[in-house]
């Protein structure tokens, strides 16, 4: 206890350098917060707390014992090192945060070093539709029009890229991409029936990838007896259009003949009390 308080008073009142840094790591992984200190530094105390997102005493060295049996997230998962380097793993998303070790050497001089560490989810293998838009009946198998689509799902910081494959410039034009990379779209030929796409989906600490051969999909969307998603469309939209149609109409129909049937019995109902008035 009173080395703790010593060494907040020393944070307090003596000055020290501060650097800080980034260290990025993902899920499951263990990470390594290097503890740096100027040449000549000769290393007594230290100290290695969590700042944020809540404020935890993580690891201590004093008098050459290493401690690190403290009641924080991290217990069980932490382990101080000889060279006062703390090590954390495996990972959870949780564990994001601002971290700090405070060391101070023989002579009373007090250095403190930050880290902010940033543990990102390991990228999933994304998965690769294949849209067609059938050209005419006059040249079926010339030409194709695709749109690629590529999806992963909703972790942080994903970023999408395409890779035309077998070609020395492996990017793709620019103007060909939508919706934040995760579209693409490509003309094809004859001569692009063995061409493959790779959509790369990444973080900045994994990636993965998935491949398509988009012609593939251009000759069964043409072959006989299969349908393209627009002819698809240009058979289901009007027999959904004409069933509403006659839906409606049969309602209004309905309608008109119930208020037909009300007004014919009241006619009925004013002649019968006509024809026998009460006496």
Same mark, same amino acid.
Request: aromatic share 10%.
């Given at each position: 206890?009173? %080395?703790?308080?010593?060494?907040?008073?020393?944070?307090?009142?003596?000055?020290?350098?501060?650097?800080?840094?980034?260290?990025?790591?993902?899920?499951?992984?263990?990470?390594?917060?290097?503890?740096?200190?100027?040449?000549?530094?000769?290393?007594?105390?230290?100290?290695?707390?969590?700042?944020?997102?809540?404020?935890?005493?993580?690891?201590? %060295? %004093?008098?050459?014992?290493?401690?690190?049996?403290?009641?924080?997230?991290?217990?069980?998962?932490?382990?101080?090192?000889?060279?006062?380097?703390?090590?954390?793993?495996?990972?959870?998303?949780?564990?994001?945060?601002?971290?700090?070790?405070?060391?101070?050497?023989?002579?009373?001089?007090?250095?403190?070093?930050?880290?902010?560490?940033?543990?990102?989810?390991?990228?999933?293998?994304?998965?690769?539709?294949?849209?067609?838009?059938?050209?005419?009946?006059?040249?079926?198998?010339?030409?194709?029009?695709? %749109?690629?689509?590529?999806?992963?799902?909703?972790?942080?910081?994903?970023?999408?890229?395409?890779?035309?494959?077998?070609?020395?410039?492996?990017?793709?034009?620019?103007?060909?991409?939508?919706?934040?990379?995760?579209?693409?779209?490509?003309?094809?030929?004859?001569?692009?029936?063995?061409?493959?796409?790779?959509?790369?989906?990444?973080?900045?600490?994994?990636?993965?990838?998935?491949?398509?051969?988009?012609?593939?999909?251009?000759?069964?969307?043409?072959?006989?007896?299969?349908?393209?998603?627009?002819?698809?469309?240009?058979?289901?939209?009007?027999?959904?259009?004409?069933?509403?149609?006659?839906?409606?109409?049969?309602?209004?129909?309905?309608?008109?003949?119930?208020?037909?049937?009300?007004?014919?019995?009241?006619?009925?109902?004013?002649?019968?009390?006509?024809?026998?008035?009460?006496?």
């Amino acid at each position: 206890t009173c %080395f703790l308080w010593n060494v907040l008073l020393w944070e307090a009142l003596i000055p020290m350098a501060v650097i800080g840094a980034q260290v990025l790591s993902k899920v499951g992984d263990s990470v390594l917060l290097v503890a740096e200190h100027p040449p000549g530094f000769q290393v007594r105390e230290a100290i290695w707390r969590s700042l944020w997102p809540s404020e935890e005493l993580l690891a201590t %060295f %004093f008098r050459g014992s290493l401690e690190t049996l403290y009641h924080s997230r991290f217990l069980g998962r932490a382990q101080l090192h000889s060279n006062l380097s703390l090590e954390l793993g495996p990972l959870q998303s949780r564990d994001s945060g601002n971290f700090s070790v405070l060391m101070v050497d023989t002579g009373g001089r007090a250095w403190t070093q930050t880290l902010q560490l940033k543990v990102y989810d390991a990228v999933p293998r994304p998965t690769v539709q294949v849209f067609i838009a059938v050209a005419g009946d006059a040249e079926p198998l010339k030409t194709c029009q695709a %749109f690629l689509s590529c999806w992963a799902p909703n972790i942080s910081d994903i970023t999408y890229s395409w890779r035309r494959e077998g070609t020395v410039d492996f990017g793709v034009e620019p103007q060909s991409l939508f919706t934040d990379g995760q579209v693409l779209s490509v003309s094809l030929g004859l001569g692009d029936k063995d061409v493959a796409y790779s959509c790369i989906v990444s973080n900045p600490v994994s990636w993965d990838l998935a491949t398509v051969t988009p012609w593939e999909s251009c000759h069964h969307e043409a072959a006989p007896g299969n349908a393209s998603y627009k002819d698809m469309l240009l058979v289901v939209v009007p027999i959904s259009l004409l069933l509403f149609l006659v839906g409606l109409f049969f309602a209004w129909h309905c309608g008109l003949c119930s208020g037909k049937k009300k007004r014919d019995a009241c006619t009925d109902r004013v002649a019968a009390e006509t024809e026998n008035p009460l006496v």
